[in-house]
């Protein structure tokens, strides 16, 4: 029996990686002054990063139920018999019930939805570990209740550069925006049982992160994690101290440098620093499968 392992964009591998460890992706969108682009296909950080630092409008929307039914029904005829696809967390996204609703009404018993309630390199982990599985002919049931383990044991934590994004999504209030702007006051956000939670505030971005890996480091052996240093187009200086100072807790050359998916992005804004805890692969960390 042939399975596929697919995931949305929202697992921020670049597509070469996908296809090295035979994973299919599915480009989630951004839309950009009223034009749409895809993840990773028609639009990078880079250019979302210039288009939100430009006051450009900024939205984001699930794709349309005849592509997501035409992606599936492509992969099917490629020869799969079953197919495992990993959506952001439903508390963070629609895209869950959506697909989940495409599984049930036309694709039942051959297409199984996870909602990985998690994010970048957490929501990864998730990914490969089922890919690993698939390899090694474990039965998917037994894939899925391991995944449902997997996901509570998850850690992010991150800062936005300023509030303005989180005003333009929708998050927080006009009023609430303008007053943290003014006072440089910083929400600090994580992300607990897959939904954002504000922990607090903060004006020490750096000492926030680090104090955070402090507190991961005595609950999560980087033996058994993977640390991720996420960063959308945060100030250079704060992100090389901060993973200086990580790499003194966990040990030189453990922690993993990335990126925030587009989705994600496109709420929290450019300068958005953070940190991520998930569980290894089998004991392997992610840096073997990029």
Known sequence: ????????????????????????????????????????????????????????????STPPLGEVIEYFEKLFAEGYDQIIHFTISSKLSSMYELFNNVAKEHFAGKLFVVDSYSLSTAMLSGVLYASEEIKKGTPIDEILAELENRKLVNKIVFIPENLTALKNGGRISPAIALIGNVLGIKPTISLTDGELQKEGTTKQVRKFIIESAEKFYGEYSPEEYDYTIINFDGKVEVVDYIIKEISNIIGEGKLIDGILPINVCAHCGPGTIGLIVSKKINGKSIKEFL
């Open 1 to 60: 029996m042939r399975v596929l392992i697919s995931t949305d964009t929202s697992a921020v591998l670049t597509y070469d990686v996908f296809k090295k460890n035979g994973l299919s992706v599915f480009p989630l969108n951004v839309i950009v002054d009223g034009v749409e682009y895809l993840d990773g296909v028609t639009i990078d950080q880079d250019t979302l990063c210039k288009a939100m630092r430009s006051g450009k409008s900024i939205k984001t």
